[in-house]
């Protein structure tokens, strides 16, 4: 897309120009996005992005598209099978908009510099591992440019905001005493958040909280999430279906890392059902997570109301998705 609305642009996306305002749609239409790891997951938000007109998405992925990426993952079929991940998906992403630019990069992400995370408007990590989430949340807070990282996995889903310190309008409607007949004022207020880092999120101590408000108050996935990536960062890879034991026994010792002596707070039978699934993609839990990344990103670029703060967890066991600050 241009720097500036075409009759025709502000024709295509009015229906959006109309729920988020002019200045947000091209501020949206300016982005250049990098999604880094191509899943199901990333295709629901690649779809919503480019449907949103952002500028250009880069598709970041070295892996080769098997027959088991086809269960879940919607811009690939079977005559994919032996391509490129981002190769593969890259000519459904640019169907759907063809004023985005789709950018693909086989290259591992691991060999990249890191002033390659420097310039894009948003940088999203997609079922990654702590050690390159840490570093390129990192390299994302020195140049204070929004990060986000997530995954859905089985029943279970996340996802991590970074936006170091984040300007937005926050709309308040107030309703008019004195004239019955009058419609209701909105009245704009600028607000600053300050962000935690992920490293910064992931050392919270909970011991000052009574654990009656933790139970009552937070999702026991807030819990399982800080495992699974204390136990990517202790062994330097995600865990199998042979860890299971290890980390039901190692659970206690994770939880008073956090300030936390009643372990109830996590049932063990989370962290099984977690393990059985961390390898399995299922459409349904990455559409949810998918469509709640994307709209959160462009939140973000439109700089309307208050991105997530800074975690969200969705659990499709009960079906509930809870916004955490850490």
């Known amino acids: ?7 025709d642009e502000a024709a295509i996306y009015d229906r959006q120009i109309r729920l988020w305002g002019f200045d947000a749609q091209q501020r949206i239409g300016k982005a250049d996005i990098l999604i880094a790891g ?3 997951l990333s295709d629901e938000v690649c779809k919503n992005l480019a449907l949103a007109g952002v500028a250009s998405i880069t598709l970041l992925d070295h892996e080769i598209v098997t027959e088991v990426d086809l269960g879940a993952q919607f811009f690939l079929t079977k005559d994919n099978i032996g391509q490129n991940r981002a190769e593969a998906a890259a000519a459904s992403i640019r169907n759907l908009n063809p004023r985005v630019k789709v950018v693909v990069d086989q290259q591992n992400i691991k060999e990249k510099p890191s002033v390659f995370f420097e310039s894009f408007s948003v940088v999203c990590l997609i079922h990654s591992d702590y050690e390159l989430m840490v570093q390129v949340d990192k390299i994302r807070r020195k140049v204070k440019k929004p990060f986000y990282a997530a ?4 029943w279970f889903g996340y996802i991590f905001c970074d936006l170091t310190e984040h300007s937005y309008i926050q709309e308040k409607k107030t309703n008019p005493r004195s004239d019955a007949k009058a419609l209701p004022s909105v009245k704009k207020i600028p607000c600053i958040e300050t962000y935690s880092s992920l490293l910064e999120s992931l050392q919270k101590n909970w011991s000052d909280t ?3 408000i933790i139970k009552r108050r937070t999702s026991p996935m807030a819990f399982l999430i800080n495992i699974l990536l204390q136990f990517q960062k202790e062994y330097r ?6 860890d299971e034991k290890l980390l039901i026994e190692n659970k206690a010792k994770y939880l008073s890392d956090m300030g936390i002596n009643d372990f109830s707070v996590l049932e063990d039978d989370l962290i099984r059902e977690m393990i059985s699934l961390y390898d399995t993609e299922l459409s349904a839990v990455s559409a949810i997570v998918g469509g709640i990344l994307a709209q959160d990103i462009l939140r973000t670029l439109s700089a309307n109301e208050l991105p997530i703060q800074n975690w969200f967890y969705y659990n499709g066991l009960d079906g509930s998705g809870l916004v955490h600050k850490a």
């Open 1 to 7: 897309m241009t720097a500036e609305l075409s009759k």
């Open 38 to 40: 191509m899943r199901a």
């Open 151 to 154: 995954d859905a996995f089985g």
């Open 210 to 212: 009574r654990i009656k």
């Open 237 to 242: 890879r995600c865990p199998t279906k042979e």
